[in-house]
Nanobody, 123 residues
């Protein structure tokens, strides 16, 4: 199983980015997926998650109203759309696949990880 995240970059506060995560070796429609981020010196945290069907999503409080996650099962790809970016959103963003269909927020439920893509937001 491989997860390839892309779409990160250097942007200014208020800008938008869309991260993509292409999955191979596993069907995204069969498992819930998550987006995590890890800022320098901080623990990895869950930013967003989506159930196997896409009907349920989760967003951490700090990104509600600004981020959303979706999936395209035909492309076996998961997305994280980030709007109104803030400097505090600066981090390495990782996509991950869980071992279950239902939406999960516990990091321990995610058993496959992408390599991460860096998002830097300047003020």
């Amino acid at each position: 199983v491989q997860l390839q995240a892309s779409g990160g970059g250097l942007v200014q506060a208020g800008d938008s980015l869309r991260l993509s995560c292409v999955v191979s070796g596993r069907i995204v429609s069969s498992f819930s997926m998550g987006w995590f981020r890890q800022a320098a010196g901080k623990e990895r945290e869950l930013v967003a998650a989506i159930s196997w069907s896409g009907s349920s999503t989760y967003l951490t409080d700090s990104v509600k109203g600004r981020f959303n996650t979706s999936k395209d099962n035909a492309k076996n790809t998961v997305y994280l759309k980030m709007n109104s970016l803030k400097p505090e959103d600066t981090a390495v963003y990782y996509c991950a696949s869980s071992y279950t269909r239902v939406l999960v927020t516990n990091i321990l439920a995610y058993n496959f990880w992408g390599q991460g893509t860096l998002v830097t937001v300047s003020s």
